[in-house]
């Protein structure tokens, strides 16, 4: 057995990119003779280990269960799973509560496991967390080569403890567009929110399309925070039955209800780490229309007019023109989802995935341990309770009488991140773009 990995992963994104990979990751790194475990955290409220593994079976899984929701709750609760089980690296996946954890266990000379950050964002604090917890960290593996670089140079940690993990896609024997395309099938897979997502370029895209008289039709899988207000804005081609919302869509009916249907998978976003949505629409004969979102650049997957076709971010006027091309220039729809599904299979496919995860833990169980304490950000009193009693203590007590701290999202009752940064920051934007330049 190389050793053993535990996973320490959110509960509350059901139908995530993230959620996905660890579906074939877990079996894959199993095969490769790691033991692996999936902790997944527990909340009062929106993180339901039970009801993600009916859509989310794994192999070897155990609930880290924190029902005060206290920052001193999460990582006594982390602690104690980490003590039960005594794997050899811990991999923090969204759950940065993972590393105070792990410092603590190595501070009382209890157990001193490696600890990994896996990083799937481009925003801001993931890398203030990096910088933050620098010191703690024995390695930290990324699935988009920005990601890499904006780790060394926003998160200031050492290049040789960085890796490179790309999410990946499972290959089929695809169905590729016919040469030529009479109605353009689009599809839109993702959350449904504007921020990183930008959904609402979805109406303004089509209306160009109506505008050139390209005949189309639209579908969406996914929900999210805009989905009243889209589905109100794309209400007239609803009526029309040229847009189709089909809600939450599992992985396997994924393929079924939108790759085998789609000439197109639109994909608007403002910033990206693949995405999985991208590889999984190329693995499946499926031609990308991608915005030239903030991680395109340095990762060089999506080729304009070789193996996808690209366009700026927010110009929908552009994207309608692009994807018109599918309609109007024969052959075109054929020969870019051949080459999508081809660079798929080269650089994107499940198993080059999971060799470079597991290349990735084998190096950073090879490096030598971290020797020194890093400074913690001070854990802060949450009440009553806590002023009167101190948070050890009052933490104690709030376990016996049932009492709990109610969060009011999935992010508060176990946080992303300790620094607080706001995602939507224009310096480090202005950073990202810069450095995702080939």
Request: hydrophobic share 40%.
């Amino acid at each position: 057995m190389r050793g053993h990995i535990l996973f320490i992963a959110p509960s509350a994104y059901i139908l995530s990119g993230l959620a996905s990979w660890l579906d074939y990751l877990e079996p894959g790194l199993h095969d490769k003779g790691w033991k692996v475990t999936i902790g997944l955290v527990e909340g009062s409220g929106f993180h339901n280990p039970e009801t993600y593994l009916l859509v989310h079976p794994h192999i070897n899984w155990i609930v880290i269960s924190c029902l005060t929701g206290t920052p001193e709750g999460r990582i006594k609760a982390i602690q104690q799973t980490v003590m039960e089980l005594k794997p050899d690296l811990v991999a923090s996946v969204n759950i940065p509560d993972a590393y105070p954890a792990v410092n603590r266990l190595r501070g009382s000379r209890k157990y001193a496991p490696k600890i990994v950050m896996a990083v799937h964002g481009i925003e801001a604090y993931l890398y203030d967390d990096i910088k933050l917890f620098g010191s703690i960290l024995d390695g930290v593996v990324c699935t988009n080569r920005l990601a890499c670089k904006l780790s060394e140079i926003i998160g200031n940690f050492p290049e040789n403890r960085i890796h490179y993990g790309p999410c990946g896609a499972k290959t089929v024997d695809a169905s590729f567009p016919d040469d030529h395309i009479n109605t353009l099938t689009i599809a839109y897979s993702g959350r449904l929110e504007q921020w990183q997502k930008r959904v609402h370029d979805l109406p303004e895209i089509i209306k160009e399309l109506e505008k050139m008289g390209v005949p189309f039709e639209l579908l969406i899988a996914g929900n999210g925070p805009e989905d009243q207000a889209l589905r109100k804005s794309l209400g007239p081609w609803v009526n029309k039955k040229t847009v189709t919302f089909l809600g939450r869509l599992s992985s396997e009916c994924m393929h079924e209800k939108l790759h085998l249907r789609a000439h197109t998978l639109l994909m608007p976003s403002f910033w990206e780490t693949g995405p999985i949505v991208n590889w999984e629409a190329m693995a499946a004969g499926v031609v990308v229309g991608s915005s030239r979102f903030v991680g395109s650049g340095l990762e060089g997957a999506l080729k304009h007019g070789e193996n996808a076709l690209l366009f700026p971010v927010g110009d929908h006027k552009e994207a309608a023109i692009q994807l018109s091309r599918l309609v109007r220039e024969p052959g075109l729809a054929t020969r870019l989802a051949k080459n999508g599904y081809q660079i798929i299979k080269e650089r994107y496919d499940i198993h080059v995935s999971i060799n470079a995860w597991d290349t990735a833990f084998k190096e950073i169980l090879d490096l030598p341990d971290r020797t020194h304490r890093a400074f913690l950000p001070e854990i802060k009193a949450r009440g009553r309770l806590d002023n009167l009693l101190g948070i050890k203590i009052a933490e104690i007590i709030r376990g016996k009488i049932g009492k709990k701290v109610v969060a009011n999202d999935a992010g508060g009752e176990w946080p992303h991140s300790y620094s607080g940064t706001e995602c939507q920051d224009d310096s480090f934007w202005g950073i990202a773009k810069t450095a995702d330049s080939p």
